[in-house]
């Protein structure tokens, strides 16, 4: 009886320090984790899509509360003048959720350019949304307030051959972007003063 | 009886290095080992590891019940593996990103679990500081060297440099799987090669 309950207190201290110990650590390495997901993850697109800025979009960033979750914006300033931001929205793909990071710009509600973060499509068919930029190039100088569509859905974006289904995603997460848009626009407008 | 300081720690680089003569810790040494980078990398988190949780099974041998050892073992490795990833993720997290699953996959490694049960349990704290280091320096060495030669065989380069120039045609079978298993039984067979003389 003894020995149980010997191995019972050691495994349960043994257990709760181990746990205290990982909570602790995590709590102090958090912040620095996001940064360099931002940075190796995100940071490819939010830089291909504000290029030219003066600034270090990853550092100017500000968060917005969106219902339950927070969104990040990341702003770009060009020529002094802090009116286009980058955010990331996501839409339904061929092997699961598409990361789409959007720019806009504020004045005239364009997108200026758009990239993919994270997919798991098809790896060469799929996945030319990423890499293929006659594909994201289509979506530069769209209004921003609209809902995208493919070509077959009475849109005007040409699809990628063998990959509908993945372009399709790439515009619902466009379009998702343009809701998010107009629901904080607001918000987005009076946070981004602050960088000007 | 009691071996020096020194030799518990040598003894990890020729005698007993893991892969090649305990061939243990074999799936790591197969899979990351694509380049030297890699291989270090993978070396030094194991390192870290093996020496914490050697501290601290050797600090608790005589509290840590003998019938549930190998639970309270796994928990002491799991907890550095954990610490181990979120310093990665925090400081190299393009190192981190190259090996993915086989961080975390640290936990059910032979080479820690043996030195746990083989040496810190019956052991003082300085030895097993010795033996950690040993064993794991022994371990980074073996696989900065299979790292190395399948890098330059498979890619023509060394810690991400060009050795051979472009004219090389890289022998690229090395950096793949099949490579891996070619390069372990080589270095193998010449560590017996060596050993029996």
Same mark, same amino acid.
């Given at each position: 009886?003894?020995e149980i309950?010997?191995?019972?207190?050691?495994?349960?201290?043994?257990?709760?320090?181990?746990?205290?110990?990982?909570?602790?650590?995590?709590?102090?390495?958090?912040?620095?984790?996001?940064?360099?997901?931002?940075?190796?993850?995100?940071? +490819?697109?939010?830089?291909?899509?504000?290029? #030219?800025?003066?600034?270090d *979009?990853?550092?100017?960033?500000? @968060?917005?509360?969106?219902?339950?979750?927070?969104?990040?914006?990341?702003?770009?300033?060009?020529?002094?003048?802090?009116?286009?931001?980058?955010?990331?929205?996501?839409?339904?793909?061929?092997?699961g959720?598409?990361?789409?990071?959007?720019?806009?710009?504020?004045?005239?509600?364009?997108i200026?350019?758009?990239?993919?973060?994270?997919?798991?499509?098809? *790896?060469?068919? #799929?996945?030319?949304?990423?890499?293929? *930029?006659?594909?994201?190039?289509?979506?530069?100088?769209?209004?921003?307030?609209?809902?995208?569509?493919? @070509? +077959?859905?009475g #849109?005007?974006?040409?699809?990628?051959?063998?990959?509908?289904?993945?372009?399709?995603?790439?515009?619902g997460?466009?379009?998702n972007?343009?809701?998010?848009y107009?629901r904080?626009? *607001?918000?987005?407008?009076?946070?981004?003063?602050?960088?000007? | $009886?009691?071996?020096?300081?020194?030799?518990?720690?040598?003894?990890?680089?020729?005698?007993?290095?893991?892969?090649?003569?305990?061939?243990?810790?074999?799936?790591?040494v197969?899979?990351?080992?694509?380049?030297?980078?890699?291989?270090?990398? &993978?070396?030094? =988190?194991?390192?870290?590891?093996?020496?914490?949780?050697?501290?601290?099974?050797?600090?608790?041998?005589?509290?840590?019940?003998? %019938?549930?050892?190998?639970?309270?073992?796994?928990?002491?490795?799991?907890?550095?593996?954990?610490?181990?990833?979120?310093? &990665?993720?925090?400081?190299?997290?393009?190192?981190?990103?190259?090996?993915?699953?086989?961080i975390?996959?640290?936990?059910?490694?032979?080479?820690?679990?043996?030195?746990?049960? =083989?040496? =810190?349990y %019956?052991?003082?704290v300085?030895?097993?500081i010795?033996?950690?280091?040993g064993?794991?320096?022994?371990?980074?060495?073996?696989?900065?060297?299979?790292?190395?030669?399948?890098?330059?065989?498979?890619?023509?380069?060394?810690?991400? $440099?060009?050795v051979?120039?472009?004219?090389?045609?890289?022998?690229?079978? $090395?950096?793949?799987?099949?490579?891996?298993?070619?390069?372990?039984?080589?270095m193998?067979?010449?560590?017996?090669?060596?050993?029996? %003389?």
């Amino acid at each position: 009886m003894r020995e149980i309950i010997k191995m019972i207190v050691v495994l349960t201290v043994l257990s709760s320090f181990s746990g205290g110990l990982l909570a602790a650590i995590r709590g102090g390495t958090k912040d620095k984790i996001e940064t360099q997901q931002l940075l190796f993850v995100k940071g +490819p697109a939010i830089r291909s899509i504000l290029e #030219g800025c003066s600034n270090d *979009p990853i550092v100017d960033r500000f @968060k917005i509360k969106d219902g339950d979750i927070e969104r990040s914006f990341f702003v770009g300033i060009f020529d002094g003048k802090a009116n286009t931001f980058a955010f990331e929205s996501a839409g339904k793909g061929f092997g699961g959720d598409i990361g789409i990071m959007v720019g806009v710009t504020l004045d005239n509600d364009k997108i200026i350019d758009i990239g993919v973060t994270t997919h798991s499509e098809t *790896p060469g068919i #799929g996945s030319k949304a990423k890499t293929d *930029p006659k594909f994201s190039n289509q979506f530069k100088g769209l209004a921003a307030v609209e809902l995208c569509k493919v @070509k +077959p859905d009475g #849109g005007e974006i040409d699809s990628i051959s063998g990959a509908t289904v993945t372009s399709r995603g790439v515009c619902g997460g466009v379009s998702n972007a343009a809701e998010i848009y107009k629901r904080l626009k *607001p918000q987005i407008a009076e946070k981004i003063k602050e960088f000007n | $009886m009691a071996k020096s300081i020194t030799q518990e720690f040598v003894k990890g680089l020729w005698d007993e290095i893991p892969p090649f003569r305990l061939v243990l810790g074999l799936c790591p040494v197969l899979a990351v080992t694509k380049s030297v980078e890699n291989g270090l990398g &993978m070396g030094v =988190a194991v390192v870290f590891v093996l020496v914490c949780s050697n501290i601290l099974v050797s600090l608790l041998r005589n509290i840590i019940p003998s %019938k549930v050892r190998i639970a309270c073992f796994i928990v002491i490795i799991a907890t550095f593996v954990i610490v181990v990833e979120l310093l &990665m993720q925090a400081y190299t997290y393009a190192l981190f990103l190259k090996l993915g699953i086989f961080i975390p996959l640290i936990v059910v490694n032979c080479v820690l679990l043996g030195r746990a049960e =083989a040496f =810190a349990y %019956k052991n003082g704290v300085i030895p097993s500081i010795a033996d950690g280091l040993g064993i794991g320096a022994g371990f980074t060495l073996s696989l900065v060297s299979i790292g190395a030669l399948r890098e330059v065989l498979g890619n023509g380069t060394f810690f991400g $440099m060009s050795v051979f120039g472009s004219s090389f045609q890289p022998f690229t079978f $090395m950096v793949e799987a099949p490579g891996a298993f070619v390069c372990l039984g080589l270095m193998l067979s010449m560590m017996n090669l060596a050993g029996n %003389k």
